[in-house]
């Protein structure tokens, strides 16, 4: 998939998620809406019942046609001009009201009609039962005057739990897909990237084999002539290069195989003991020939008692020889290695510190996925495919060792391997 329809796949589905959340969102609002308009329906028609009761007990017929007032959002007037006994409305109100659907709170108060005067108020629970409403005896009945009542509901109307399930199920499912959506794009993003390096890394491939196979093209066209017969000198050297050129092709071939391996849990780890230092200074033997080269200083600080390692011998070795190789290659100093071996809390840990050119934080998981080299532009002085170290950290991995790294941009880096035991 290239970039462009990568940013049309990215863009779409960003659109029509965000769609569907807004389309959720109206359809929410348009719920709650709904609920609201039935419960106000359900509460004028309550109060007009109520209303018409006292009017009918009071004068033998109803009076007042359409008495009920929203008068807030909340609250409602029931304008009836009539003496009331309390006891009556008290018992209609909450025997009207104890049904599932008017669930809330609420407080209804009693005005002096002439003076506009509250003379009565009484908050009612939404926990009140049908069984237990009763007529009460206690309460005055307001005769001085005429009267009417008002009602106020401060809480949302309870939403119907169904809806509250439909809701719920539909802001699930929408989660699930955008975490799902989320997911698909890192994989995209991700093989893109991989192709990317995959390309980067068979470029670099092709161009580091043509090297030595020119060179081996020159030297067996040398060897080709009959008269080179004459001269084993010169026959012995070209054999030599083409030898040398064949170790190196090998070794990259290798390199890459064993990758392949390690990549498909193939790897049999053929653990032998050894001394870790004893390997070290094998290592450091043939390293400091190529540190000589370029006038480099390595020290070697193992002066810790250190103990066996049960390792897979030869790959230890190569993420040893990997490390080094590094700390020499990224250095645009004069070089200045130190080995350290040692034992901590956890275990056995080997370090290798230089004073090169150091890694930016944000790349210090990055340097350990395959083909992933830092960013230098477009100019890579310091050849090189990005495997070495995601070989050191499969090789980590199949031994369960740690890996740690502490760089600092132009200053240096320490890569450490922390062997648990
Ligand atoms: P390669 O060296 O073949 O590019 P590696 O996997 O060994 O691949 O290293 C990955 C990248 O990490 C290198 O390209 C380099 O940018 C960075 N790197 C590795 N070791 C060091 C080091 N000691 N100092 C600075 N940068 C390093």
Redesign the pocket.
């Known amino acids: 998939m290239n970039l462009k329809t990568i940013r049309w796949v990215i863009a779409l589905g960003i659109i029509a998620i965000v769609t569907i959340i807004l389309s959720q969102v109206f359809w929410i609002r348009k719920g709650l809406l709904i609920n609201q308009s039935n419960f106000e329906t359900a509460v004028t028609v309550t109060l007009e019942q109520i209303a018409a009761k006292i009017e009918t007990s009071n004068h033998g017929q109803k009076i007042t046609n359409k008495p009920v007032v929203r008068i807030s959002p909340h609250a409602y007037m029931v304008n009836i001009d009539e003496i009331i006994d309390l006891n009556q409305l008290d018992y209609y109100i909450k025997n009207e009201f104890s049904n599932p659907f008017h669930k809330v709170d609420f407080v209804y108060q009693v005005y002096e009609s002439t003076h506009d005067q509250m003379v009565f108020e009484q908050r009612v629970s939404s926990n009140v039962e049908n069984a237990t409403i009763v007529y009460p005896t206690n309460l005055p009945k307001l005769t001085e005057s005429t009267y009417y009542f008002k009602i106020n509901f401060p809480q949302r109307p309870i939403v119907n739990s169904v809806m509250i399930f439909v809701w719920a199920t539909s802001i699930i499912a929408l989660t699930i897909v955008i975490v799902f959506f989320g997911y698909s794009l890192d994989v995209i993003l991700r093989q893109k990237r991989l192709s990317e390096f995959q390309n980067s890394f068979i470029n670099n491939l092709a161009h580091e084999f043509k090297t030595p196979i020119s060179t081996i093209g020159i030297a067996a066209e040398v060897l080709i002539e009959p008269e080179i017969i004459d001269e084993p000198e010169r026959l012995r050297s070209y054999a030599g290069i083409i030898k040398n050129e064949n170790t190196r092709l090998t070794g990259q071939v290798s390199k890459i195989l064993e990758l392949a391996k390690l990549e498909n849990d193939e790897l049999v780890l053929n653990k032998e003991k050894f001394q870790l230092n004893e390997l070290v200074s094998e290592i450091v033997t043939s390293f400091e020939v190529r540190l000589a080269e370029s006038g480099g200083k390595l020290i070697v600080d193992s002066s810790a008692i250190v103990d066996t390692v049960d390792a897979y011998k030869v790959h230890m070795q190569n993420v040893i020889n ?2 080094l ?3 020499l ?3 645009d100093k004069t070089p200045e290695i130190t080995i350290t071996t040692g034992r901590d809390d956890i275990g056995l840990f080997i370090s ?1 510190a ?1 004073n ?4 930016p934080k944000e ?1 210090h998981r990055k ?2 996925e395959k083909f ?3 960013p ?1 532009g477009n100019i ?1 002085n ?11 950290k499969m090789i980590a991995k199949a031994h369960h060792w740690r890996l740690r790294l502490d ?1 600092v941009l132009n200053k ?2 320490i ?1 450490t391997i922390i062997i648990p035991q």
Do not use: C, E, P, Q
Not at 356 to 359: A, D, Q, R
Not at 382 to 392: F, I
């Open positions: 990997t490390l190789d590094n700390a290659k990224y250095n290798i230089d090169g050119i150091g890694i790349f340097i350990f992933f080299r830092v230098t890579h310091v050849k090189g495919y990005g495997l070495g170290l995601n070989y050191v760089s240096g880096s890569f």
